[in-house]
Nanobody
């Protein structure tokens, strides 16, 4: 069983930056793909960025060039640096761990990000 807890989030003005962090416990962190998803009101949950176990990074087109995902396998943590935030980035952000050997996904409870114009 993997337990994920997100940190960070909050309310900022458009153009500002915010950092999110997620700590993972249980399982084998270094073998999992870690990702950040978000869900805006009335919308489906969508992938924001992911970091694979071999270092492969993947970003949604809407955040490319503004957001950076990173992971620290020694600390079992994954981060999301969000720059040049826009009102459309407003959402609840969820940390995700994808375990490849079982194809199971684990989720944190989410942290809210609000960007005002």
């Amino acid at each position: 069983q993997i337990h994920l807890v997100e940190f960070g989030g909050g309310s900022v003005q458009a153009g500002e930056s915010l950092s999110l962090a997620c700590v993972s416990s249980g399982g084998f962190f270094e073998y999992n793909t870690m990702g950040w998803y978000r869900q805006a009101p009335g919308k489906q949950r969508e992938l924001v960025a992911s970091a694979g176990p071999t270092g492969t990074l993947n970003y949604a087109d809407s955040v490319k060039g503004r957001f950076t995902i990173s992971r620290d396998n020694a600390k079992n943590m994954v981060y999301l640096q969000m720059n040049s935030l826009k009102p459309e980035d407003t959402a609840v952000y969820f940390c995700n761990a994808h375990v490849h050997v079982s194809a199971l996904d684990y989720w944190g409870k989410g942290t809210r990000v609000t960007v005002s114009s």
